[in-house]
C-alpha cells in the first residue's frame, strides 16, 4: 500500500522558515516523480514544485527562490524548504505521487 505522510507544518512569522517533510512507504521516491501541492481557504490546490527521478526540479513563480524540494533517497523522504515565508503562503501543503494523496500539514503565515 502507497502512502505519503507529511510533518513539518505550524505556525511561522513573516520572513520565518519551515522545512515539510513527506515521507513515502509503498513506493522509491528516487523511482518517481513527487510533487508539493498547497490549498488556501477558499482556493484551488496548486502544484507548488515538484522533483523528478533524475532530480530535476522546478517551482512556482509564486515561490521560486524561496523554496527548495530534495529529497533523501536512504530516508525515502521529499522535503521542501520554505524560507521568507510570506501570509500569502498559509496553505495546508500537500505531497503527491501519481495518484496517492498525504493527508495534508497546516503552514500558517502570521505575526
Known amino acids: 500500500q502507497v502512502q505519503l505522510v507529511e510533518s513539518g507544518g505550524g505556525l511561522v512569522q513573516p520572513g520565518g522558515s519551515l522545512r515539510l517533510s513527506c515521507a513515502a512507504s509503498?513506493?522509491?521516491?528516487?523511482?518517481?516523480?513527487m510533487n508539493w501541492y498547497r490549498q488556501a481557504p477558499g482556493k484551488e490546490r496548486e502544484l507548488v514544485a515538484f522533483?523528478?527521478?533524475?532530480?530535476?526540479?522546478n517551482y512556482s513563480p509564486s515561490v521560486k527562490g524561496r523554496f527548495t524540494i530534495s529529497r533523501d533517497t536512504t530516508k525515502n523522504t521529499v522535503y521542501l524548504q520554505m524560507n521568507n515565508l510570506k501570509p500569502g503562503d498559509t496553505a495546508v501543503y500537500y505531497c503527491?505521487?501519481?495518484?496517492?494523496w498525504g493527508q495534508g500539514t497546516q503552514v500558517t503565515v502570521s505575526s
Open positions: 509503498g513506493i522509491t521516491v528516487r523511482l518517481t516523480a
Open positions: 522533483i523528478t527521478s533524475d532530480v530535476f526540479t
Open positions: 503527491n505521487a501519481g495518484m496517492v
